[in-house]
């Protein structure tokens, strides 16, 4: 038996192998810069202590998988540094043999880290951080941005509820700087899919909204007098990033209106009851290993350390330049259990990538909307265009 079995494992993994693969030892880094972070509305919430770095140890688990039959192995090195030290630590990571690193950072500190290796032959992956500018005004050649892009979110948000023909959107926002990009992203999406923002209002943080005092009953009382005397609606619209109030709009409205955005109908990166395209099994081995369930950012590491092992793979290299041309390249697409292959955008290095709209059990539906078009991807129909960003990269 096995002697037919062999022949066949060869014939499956051979079309993946480049001709003449050479042995190959691959060092990749995830690097997270901490933030304190304020405890979630909900203990479900509460993230995780390994949260990403689970996402590494299976990215880098399914890349040995494959890398056993080309000779090519693979090894994670992680760290964790405060917003001051994590030059220090990224160069550390380079210093060990590092070419390509994972970044968990906000979009400040994406753009300083990848100005700070700038000169050097290192590529960063950018797994978290969402902000629309560093893909319409701030690309950096040396950034792949993996995180889909508020806008990415937003439009995907907006074309289910044009599809659902709810048009009339009331925007309830935060008092927050991220509730404000938010709400922006939102506001160009109902405008580019024919939805209207009938009203708008400011739900101003003045504490004690956390969950380890009184303030949730608080927020839970304002809830329905804020909400009372909208302007005829279709649904209520969160923009909560801060997570002050949008766990508390559903069922607590004046009017009996769903809610979408930041609390109930949510656009997500990804979503542990997701189990179409494969996505069950890829859950199941993230169980295995994480005892938990996989969370976005958990994805999002785990989708970057793929990019990179396709790279490998396929050039039978670890030059950073040579896996970006790769990954920028036609040839590139990558199953990531959402409905359909990745690509990248080649304008600002962004990939391609599906949006789940889930609610807390269940996936509701995956945008883009087939009734949404675009002449060359219809994943292009989510986030900015080419011909709405300044960044043009890979000209």
């Avoid at 990558?334 to 359909?340: E, N, S």
């Avoid at 059990?361 to 009734?371: A, L, T």
């Amino acid at each position: 038996m096995w002697r037919f079995l062999i022949p066949l494992t060869i014939a499956l993994f051979w079309p993946l192998a480049p001709a003449f693969a050479a042995e190959l030892s691959v060092k990749v880094g995830v690097l997270k810069v901490e933030h304190e972070v304020e405890l979630p509305l909900s203990r479900l919430d509460i993230p995780p202590n390994d949260l990403g770095f689970a996402g590494a140890r299976l990215g880098i688990n399914d890349n040995n998988t494959t890398g056993r039959f080309l000779g090519h192995t693979y090894e994670v090195i992680t760290a964790s540094a405060q917003p001051d030290e994590a030059e220090a630590a990224l160069d550390g990571m380079i210093a060990d043999g590092v070419q390509a690193v994972v970044l968990m950072a906000h979009a400040d500190e994406v753009l300083a880290l990848a100005d700070h290796v700038a000169e050097r032959d290192v590529l960063l992956f950018n797994a978290q951080a969402e902000d629309d500018y560093l893909r319409t005004d701030e690309c950096r050649a040396n950034v792949l941005h993996i995180a889909s892009s508020r806008a990415m979110k937003a439009d995907g948000l907006a074309q289910f509820l044009v599809w659902k023909k709810w048009r009339k959107w009331f925007l309830i926002k935060g008092s927050h700087p991220v509730d404000e990009a938010w709400a922006s992203a939102l506001r160009r999406a109902a405008k580019r899919f024919g939805a209207k923002i009938v009203e708008e209002r400011v739900f101003e943080d003045t504490g004690g909204s956390r969950r380890t005092d009184t303030g949730h009953v608080q927020v839970q009382k304002q809830i329905p007098v804020f909400t009372q005397r909208a302007k005829k609606h279709d649904v209520v619209i969160a923009a909560d990033e801060a997570e002050v109030f949008g766990g508390h709009l559903p069922y607590h409205t004046w009017d009996a209106r769903p809610v979408a955005g930041s609390a109930g109908l949510r656009p997500v990166g990804w979503h542990p009851g997701n189990e179409a395209w494969g996505a069950t099994q890829y859950q199941r081995r993230f169980e295995k290993i994480a005892k938990r369930t996989v969370r976005t950012l958990d994805f999002q590491v785990w989708l970057a350390l793929r990019v990179i092992g396709e790279g490998v793979t396929r050039t039978n290299s670890t030059d950073p330049q040579k896996i970006k041309a790769y990954a920028l390249g036609d040839e590139f697409e990558l199953g990531i259990f959402k409905g359909t292959k990745v690509t990248f955008r080649r304008w600002n290095n962004q990939i391609r990538s599906p949006v789940l709209l889930a609610h807390d059990r269940m996936i509701v539906s995956v945008s883009p909307q087939r009734e949404f078009l675009h002449k060359v991807s219809q994943l292009d129909t989510l986030g900015y265009d080419e011909p709405e960003s300044n960044c043009k990269l890979n000209q």
